[in-house]
């Protein structure tokens, strides 16, 4: 799906409002193209991905990214209590224009997990830390910004076909947990 963000603007269109269930590993692939790079350099971190964890959206898990040289350089991005801390802001790898990311986050009781892969290469970040959390959250859509708006029209390509298998191996993993209770395996 087309993700597109307008000159002077924050969000990328379509946005959606999607539920996530925040015990499993939260999965997207994206494409940046070449309209995402800028000549700019703004310091901010713009947010790709991520969920809340909690139905507020007070505190959330995001990776960010940032254009410069050719490269988009992504980052984590955690919001705790309804503020962003910096102190987590850590550099991920740097990724591809027209190639896919796969982006894989993983919440445990006190680490925050990213795993990001693009053709062969593989960047694992690991920040240590417990956050509240509910049973569910909201997925986070694209956000170019904080301070400064896009300073020109901009697409990501997002693969939405990730919802499917997320949601297949969900079912397959409550069938084998109905077995093993049905049957007492352990």
């Not at 790709?48 to 007070?58: E, H, K, R």
Request: charged fraction near 25%; glycine fraction near 4%.
């Amino acid at each position: 799906m087309e993700l597109k963000v307008l000159r002077n603007k924050h969000y990328f269109r379509p946005i959606r409002i999607k539920i996530v269930s925040i015990n499993d590993v939260f999965t997207r692939i994206f494409t940046f193209t070449k309209s995402t790079l800028t000549e700019l350099a703004y310091s901010q971190l713009n947010k790709l991905t991520g969920f809340s964890t909690d139905p507020l959206m007070l505190n959330s898990i995001r990776v960010a990214f940032k254009a410069n040289k050719g490269y988009i350089y992504l980052y984590s991005y955690i919001r705790i209590n309804g503020i962003h801390v910096r102190e987590y802001d850590k550099y991920i790898g740097k990724v591809l224009i027209d190639n896919e990311v796969q982006i894989k986050i993983l919440r445990t009781d006190d680490n925050i997990l990213y795993n990001i892969t693009q053709n062969d290469t593989v960047f694992l970040c690991s920040i240590r830390l417990s956050i509240s959390t509910f049973l569910f959250g909201f997925e986070h859509n694209p956000y170019y910004g904080g301070r400064y708006p896009a300073p020109n029209d901009m697409i990501i390509q997002r693969d939405d076909n990730t919802d499917k298998i997320q949601k297949y191996k969900r079912f397959l993993h409550k069938v084998l947990y109905f077995f093993k209770s049905l049957f007492k395996i352990k």
